[in-house]
């Protein structure tokens, strides 16, 4: 009876996630009741008079016998009770699928975060050279093979906030965190470092470094090497990280380092003023060092983008082209190079097998990398693989999770794979949380297009800060909306604006007129001018009816997307 009220509390304060202390009581409780019981069952006896002292009873008129005969009956019932409630815990209750705990990425001890380090300069001035010292340890601890370290943005999304370790450890998966301060005064650095395990707020290591800014490259590489040997002795049982096995990266003149930095911030803000300033700063950087190959990199990806939203696209990636080249003649083991390359060839060479030999060698040299994922599964979409488009943006983002990019890859992925009623949620939330991003807009319009909601579509497509893009909506949407002469009012302010720069865009809107030859006229002057919007034929389901048109096959083989 004790062992079947046990199983049957288990099961049931279990459903109700009560504290193990809870049943240890219980058992403890029959525990102690067992001799109490066993004294009453040989001192008593159960009469039809009630409970009686076992020595005065008749023996005569002792029912022991028939007590007996209804206690075997009781234990029956109760064995069979037991054995149902077996099986119901066996096949019921524990099924295939581990619990929650266990379906979730768990976090390995050799995984690492590096937050953002906080600029504690007199004049709080220099956040962008915390951020590049930043960036540079985690590129330098994802050098070492044994460590889990998590992506730059996910690490980025707590700048600025104070947030319990313990939490940013769940959220980031990891379970050991790498923090720090800058102070720059003068020619000047203090860098004060510290890791910390995250569960229970325990210092692995710490220092504070005083060093002349001259000295920046090779502090950078110290810390980096006293991490990895600090994570190696707590969590390896390794007694030394050897010298010289990982590097922080660019070890020349501070003056080309602190403007290169300058240039990434710039380049981050993505928008054709803050592109001027980055290419200004990067050719900086090259006039105080011609042989920086960061900067080349970094000006060949300024160059991609400007051009990609902009026009002249042969000059541009060219300008891009050779930038990119330039850095991989300078450093041929920089990852950056080699996806710099990768968008030229991508956007403007129409060359898959060679942007997909770029993206591999990047991927070789820094194994891992989120962000080279996404290139890559940005390669496949452009080739139609949509399955794998998704696979890889959710691999990224298990090492990335808070990765706005990665989001929005993921977002796209998933129209890709016809789910369109999720990809509408997350548009939603990107466009109620980064309004003014370009494209955000579009995209939301399309969504709601795609599932029928045209006037939600058309609120919008007018929100959309790149005019080009909302033109081509604009004239897509009332056209379906009946308005057919304002539908060719926007057409003709599209094309008056941008001319053949936006060949794709007139493209699309004519694939969602339905008229197919001014379409494919529009696609051979993208075709003739290289515009980058056409490597995205693939996944715009606008050209869908048009499949089995012998036109669509040809430019398809023309741009090597068919054999």
């Known amino acids: 009876m004790a062992w079947l009220i046990a199983q049957v509390a288990e099961l049931a304060l279990d459903s109700f996630d009560a504290p193990s202390r809870v049943i240890k009581t219980i058992l403890l409780v029959l525990a102690l009741g067992l001799p109490v019981v066993l004294f009453f069952a040989w001192a008593f006896e159960l009469t039809p008079e009630g409970l009686k002292k076992e020595k005065d009873v008749d023996r005569s008129q002792s029912i022991t016998h028939q007590t007996g005969r209804k206690l075997n009956a009781a234990i029956t019932i109760m064995l069979v009770v037991a054995v149902g409630v077996l099986l119901f815990d066996k096949f019921a209750l524990r099924s295939d699928t581990p619990p929650p705990a266990t379906q979730e990425a768990v976090a390995s001890d050799n995984s690492v975060a590096v937050l953002p380090f906080v600029d504690m300069s007199p004049a709080m001035d220099q956040e962008y050279f915390t951020d590049g010292l930043t960036e540079n340890l985690l590129h330098a601890l994802a050098q070492v093979p044994e460590l889990k370290v998590a992506g730059r943005t996910s690490s980025f999304a707590f700048k600025g906030q104070n947030q319990d370790l313990r939490e940013i450890g769940r959220q980031l998966n990891v379970t050991n965190i790498l923090e720090g301060s800058v102070q720059k005064a003068g020619g000047r650095v203090r860098i004060t470092t510290q890791l910390i395990e995250t569960e229970g707020g325990y210092h692995l290591w710490s220092e504070t470094f005083d060093r002349d800014l001259t000295d920046i490259f090779s502090v950078q590489d110290e810390i980096a090497t006293a991490v990895a040997g600090a994570l190696r002795r707590n969590l390896l049982g390794e007694e030394e990280t050897p010298q010289g096995e990982i590097s922080a990266g660019y070890a020349g003149s501070f003056e080309a380092y602190n403007a290169y930095l300058l240039g990434v911030s710039y380049a981050k803000e993505r928008n054709f003023e803050s592109w001027e300033k ?24 300024v160059y991609a983008d400007q051009t990609g939203f902009g026009s002249e696209f042969e000059t541009g990636f060219e300008q891009a082209r050779a930038a990119a080249l330039k850095a991989i003649q300078l450093d041929p083991n920089l990852p950056e190079g080699y996806l710099a390359l ?21 991927q070789s040299l820094r194994p891992g990398d989120p962000e080279i994922l996404a290139d890559m599964s940005l390669l496949e979409r452009i080739r139609g693989d949509f399955t794998d488009t998704l696979n890889d943006i959710e691999l990224a983002l298990a090492r990335d999770p808070l990765n706005p990019r990665l989001k929005r890859s993921r977002m796209r992925a998933l129209a890709l794979v016809g789910r369109y009623e999720e990809a509408l949620a997350e548009a939603q939330i990107f ?3 980064d309004p003014d991003r370009g494209g955000i807009n579009y995209t939301l319009g399309v969504y709601y297009d795609r599932l029928g909601q045209l006037d939600e579509a058309l609120a919008a497509a007018e929100k959309e800060v790149f005019p080009f893009l909302r033109l081509e909506l604009e004239a897509v949407l009332y056209h379906r909306l009946g308005d057919t002469e304002t539908a060719q009012q926007k057409l003709q302010e599209l094309t008056d604006t941008f001319g053949d720069d936006v060949s794709w865009q007139v493209a699309t809107v004519y694939a969602a007129w339905g008229d197919a030859d001014n379409m494919f006229a529009a696609l051979n002057r993208g075709f003739e001018v290289r515009d980058p919007g056409l490597v995205y034929i693939h996944s715009n389901w606008r050209f869908d009816a048009f499949h089995d048109d012998p036109r669509y096959d040809d430019l398809l083989k023309r741009m090597g997307l068919k054999p």
Not at 278 to 301: C, I, Y
């Open 278 to 301: 980055a290419v200004e700063q990067f050719q900086l950087a090259l006039k105080s060092d011609p042989n920086m190959a960061l900067a080349w990199a970094g000006l060949a990806d």
């Open 431 to 433: 466009a109620r949380s």
């Open 342 to 362: 990768a968008r030229v060839q991508v956007s403007y060479d129409w060359d898959w097998d060679g942007a997909e030999a770029s993206l591999r060698r990047a």
